[in-house]
C-alpha cells in the first residue's frame, strides 16, 4: 500500500498553464521536449515515487542507517534496491548532460521529479539529490579532464557526490574552516580535516563517493578569501577510470538525529586523502557556491514535497475521522458525529497547507524556470533578466518553503489531533524530517540576511526593481479584467508596501547594522508573501479563464485557495511591516546578561 499520491495534475498546471514550460524550452533550444513528453517523465516519476520510494519511508525512519563496523555505513532495508532500480532506469541523469550519458532534460522538469521523490521518502531521495548538485558543481568548475571523469559516473548514479563544509567549530561562518590542503609534486594535494554533518558522507549504495572538500592552502589568506575546494574521492579512480585504490578517508560516526534517520549524516576524517583542486586555487567558496545556490533550491522543493505529503494525510483523515457535530449538518445528519472536514477550523488548517504548498510549489518551478532561462535562452537580455530573479527569489524559495514546511507538518499533525502525535499513524515523520530544510544549506537566518543584505540592498535595489517591474507588468494586463480585481489591488498596494519598508530599512541600516539583522526575517516572509500573492493571482487569472469553459474541478479549486490565501493569509504582511518597522532598539539594547 503506499499513503503518497504523486501531485500529477497540479504539476501540469504548474508547468504547462502558469509557465508554459513547452514553449520556453523551444526558445532555449529544447524543443525536443514537448508537453507530452514532459507528461510522460512526471507520470513515470510519479509511479516511482508512489510504488517504489513510499513503501521504503516508514520502514527507513523506523531503522535508521548504521554502522555495523568502523567506518562502513548501511542504509535501511530496501534503500539499495530502489537507488538500483532508480539509476537502472536512467533517472539519475534525467537533468544532466547527453554529453555526459544524461538526458539533457531542463532543471524545471527535475525538480518537479525531486519534490515527488522527497514527497515520498525524503531520506532516500537526498542521496541522489545531492549528488546531483556536485554534478552541477563539478560541471561548472571542473577541468575537462575531471569533467570527463568523474561526470559520466554520477550522471549513471555509479559514482555520488558529497559536499563537505562544516566543521565542528565553523557552521555559518567558513572562514573559520582549519582542514588542511598540502600541495604535492605530483600536483596532487593532501587533505587532513575532520568534517561533521555531512549527507550521504558514507553509504552503500554506490562504487564511490566523490566528496567535494573546502580546505586551505599552506599560504592561503585567514577567512573567506582563503578558501579552495577539493575532489577527494573516497577510491582514488585508476587510469581507466575505475574505482582503485582506497584513498585515505573514513567515516567516524553517524548522527543519531530527530529526522530523516534514513540519510547518513557522517562525521568524515580526512587523513592526509588525496585531492585534487577543483577551480582555481582561494576561489573554492565562490565554486562552492554553485552548488549551494542549486542546493538552496532543491531544499526548498524537498521541503514542498513534505508540505504535499503531510497535506494529503491530513484531508484522507479529517475526512474520515468523526468528531462532533458540524453546523451545516447537524440537522438532518443521524450519525452521532460529523467528519471533522466539515468543521471551520479544520478547513483553516487544511486550506492553510493547501494555500502553501500549491503557492510554494508555483514558485519554486518558476524559480528553477529561470535557471533554465539563464543558462540555455538565446536571447541575453531575457538571460540576465532570469538570472537577476533568480538570484533575488533563491533565498525566498528556500527558506520560505522550508519555514512553511515546518509550520504546514505541524498542521497536518494538528488535524489528527492526538493520533497525529503517535509514531503508527505516520504523520509525525513528516515534521520531524522537514525540520532540518530551515538549517542547513544556510540557516534561515542566513538566507534571510542575504536576501535584505546582499540582493536587495548590496545591488541598490536593482534586482528587487525588476522583480517588482515583471509584478506590476500582470497588474497592468489585468486592469481591465473587475474579476481580477480582488487579486490585484491587495497585490499592488503590498508592491507599494514592499518598496516603503525597504526605504525604511534602507535609511536606518546606513548608520547601524542590527538594523539590517534585525529586519531580515520579517522582510523575507514579507517579500515571500508578494511572491506567493503574485503566483495565487496568476493562478487565479488561469483558473477565472479555463474555468468558464471547463469543468474540471482544479479550476474551481484554485480559485477558491487563491481567495482564501488572499484573504486569510496574505493580511499577515500588515504585522510583517510592524514588525519591520519597530526596528533593531528592542532586540539590542537590553544586555545580555537580560536575556
Ligand atoms: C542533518 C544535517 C545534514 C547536514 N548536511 C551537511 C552536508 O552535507 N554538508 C555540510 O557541509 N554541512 C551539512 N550540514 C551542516 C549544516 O549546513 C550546518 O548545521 C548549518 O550550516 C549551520 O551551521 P551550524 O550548525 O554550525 O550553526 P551556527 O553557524 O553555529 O549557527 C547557529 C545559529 O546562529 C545563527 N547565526 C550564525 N551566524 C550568524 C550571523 N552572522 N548573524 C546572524 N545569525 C547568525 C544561525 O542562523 C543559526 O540560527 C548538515 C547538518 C545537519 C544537521
Redesign the pocket.
Known sequence: MTDYTPPLRDMQFVLHELLDLPRVLHECGKAEIDGETIDQVLNAAGEFAAEVAAPLNAGGDHEGCAMPQAGVVTTPTGFKAAYRQFTAAGWTGLACEPEHGGQGFPDTVNNAVFEMLCGANMGWAAYPG?SHAAYTCLKANGTAAQQALYLPRIAAGEWAG?????EPHC???LGLLRTRAMPQPDGSYRITGT?I???GGEQDLTANIVHLVLARLPDAPAGVKGISLFIVPKYLPTPQGEAGERNLLACGSI?E?MG?HGNA?CTMNFDGATGWLLGEANKGLAGMFVMMNHARIIVGVNAIGLMEAAYQRALAYAKDRTQGRSNSSAQENRAAADPIVQHADVRRMLLTQKAYVEGCRALALWATHLADIEHHHADTARRAEAASLLALLTPVVKALSSDLAVECTSLAMQCYGGHGYIRDNGVEQYLRDAR?IP?????N??QA?DLLGRKVLGDQGRSLGNFLGVLRAFITAEAGNAAMREFTTPLADLATEVEAVTRVIAGRASSNADEL?AAAAPYLRLLGHLALGWMWARMAAIALQRGAASEEAIYASKLATARFYYQRLLPETRGLSAIIQAGAATLMEPAVEML
Not at 538549517?439 to 540557516?443: D, H, I, K, Q, V
Open positions: 545531492m558529497t559536499m563537505c563544509l562544516t557552521g555559518t561562518d568534517k554533518f555531512i549527507s548522527e538525529k530523516i549524516t532540518i538549517l542547513y544549506e544556510g540557516a537566518g542566513i540576511m539583522g
